[in-house]
């Protein structure tokens, strides 16, 4: 197993882990100094191509993210998504994971996780590739967003689901809007740390889409804390800079050669 990998997993039980997602040199160079595990997420369809969803997000596009948000990654544990129809099958799932790895030096992928593809964990495993899981709201595959978990039924799928996908050798799982007593109960079930996404204070560790936290976004559902309103400020810079423009203020002569 990579030392990366093996040291995430000893911070279980140990201290919660700390992840966000990054599209960028520019990002993940700040967050590598704070995160366990930087996440190159497919949210990025969204964030910052304005699509509906992620469903038709290009490999390529992962890849092109992937490698810039590696060129300011050194410590953390560095993640890409595979996006939907790059993993239909075992075989695909193989090929486009090593392209992705080969391409970007990351140190894992994830997958989203539906009924049908737990066949996919096993080939990725069998081929030493180490992958992350992802249950409950799963944008690739679920057309309406619901918080899951809530009553016994979908409670105890969620557990069988995520009992398996540990089983089928993931290193480790995201739990995206699962309400706070499933997420109890598969955090304690589960060897490998769960990581949370709306999934309350229970899972080993959280994972934010980072512009959302930084009021970047514009999208920001109840389980978003905004640490801070960039909008704001980045707004407040512009017209600043706008203003010192017209009043010939910037370039003064420090600015200029
Ligand atoms: O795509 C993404 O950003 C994700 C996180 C929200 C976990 O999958």
């Given at each position: 197993m990579k030392t990366k990998i093996k040291n995430f997993l000893n911070k279980k039980n140990k201290r919660k882990l700390i992840c966000l997602t990054s599209y960028a040199k520019s990002i993940s160079r700040i967050l590598d100094k704070y995160c366990d595990l930087i996440l190159v997420g497919d949210s990025l369809a969204n964030v910052l191509y304005g699509m509906k969803t992620t469903h038709n997000l290009k490999l390529e596009t992962m890849i092109d993210h992937a490698k810039s948000v590696k060129l300011g990654t050194k410590n953390s544990l560095l993640v890409v998504d595979m996006p939907k129809n790059s993993y239909k099958n075992p075989n695909q799932a193989v090929k486009n994971a090593k392209l992705i790895i080969k391409k970007t030096g990351c140190d894992a992928i994830k997958i989203e996780n539906n009924s049908y593809n737990l066949n996919i964990v096993k080939a990725l495993k069998k081929s030493k590739i180490d992958v992350m899981g992802h249950i409950g709201y799963t944008p690739q595959f679920k057309k309406k967003f619901k918080a899951e978990g809530k009553n016994r039924k979908e409670q105890i799928k969620l557990l069988r689901q995520a009992q398996n996908i540990e089983k089928a050798g993931a290193f480790s799982i995201v739990l995206e809007c699962i309400s706070k007593k499933t997420a109890n109960k598969i955090t304690q079930l589960l060897k490998i740390p769960t990581i949370g996404i709306g999934s309350s204070n229970v899972c080993d560790g959280q994972i934010l889409v980072t512009d959302d936290m930084l009021g970047i976004s514009g999208f920001y559902p109840?389980?978003?804390?905004?640490?801070?309103?960039l909008e704001k400020i980045i707004e407040n810079s512009i017209k600043k800079y706008k203003k010192e423009i017209i009043s010939k203020k910037f370039p003064n002569n420090n600015n200029s050669f």
């Open positions: 109840k389980f978003v804390k905004k640490f801070v309103n």
